[in-house]
């Protein structure tokens, strides 16, 4: 059973960062791929941003781009999203993911955090 832990989230004032990681248990055909998800209250779960444990490719949905910077440790098995300029608008739970393809699909994750809240006051 793989096992995804997130860590980092917080109350941060518009404007400022934070960082968030995130750890998976081990890593398979099935964890190819780590994503981060949010899901901001009355609203669906969205794509944030994606990277492989090969490569150095990294996909950002639109409104994080410039802003937010996905990395990856590949010998601690860690992801970590870098959030800078943070707006009131990037407020929601985030959830780090595991799955088989570089996508901003949810479905093609198969492995998910518990999710961490990150709280942006204006």
């Known amino acids: 059973q793989v096992q995804v832990v997130e860590s980092g989230g917080g109350l941060v004032q518009a404007g400022d960062s934070l960082r968030l990681s995130c750890v998976v248990s081990r890593r398979t055909s099935d964890t190819y791929a780590m994503g981060w998800f949010r899901q901001a209250p009355r609203k669906e779960r969205e794509f944030v941003a994606s990277?492989?444990?090969?490569?150095?490719?990294?996909y950002y949905t639109d409104s994080v781009k410039g802003r937010f910077t996905i990395s990856k440790d590949n010998a601690k098995r860690m992801v970590h999203l870098q959030m800078n300029d943070l707006k009131v608008e990037d407020t929601a739970v985030y959830y780090c993911?595991?799955?088989?393809?570089?996508?901003?699909?949810?479905?093609?994750?198969?492995?998910w955090g518990q999710g961490t809240q990150v709280t942006v006051s204006s």
């Open positions: 990277v492989a444990w090969s490569g150095n490719s990294t």
């Open positions: 993911a595991a799955g088989r393809l570089v996508t901003g699909l949810s479905r093609a994750y198969g492995y």
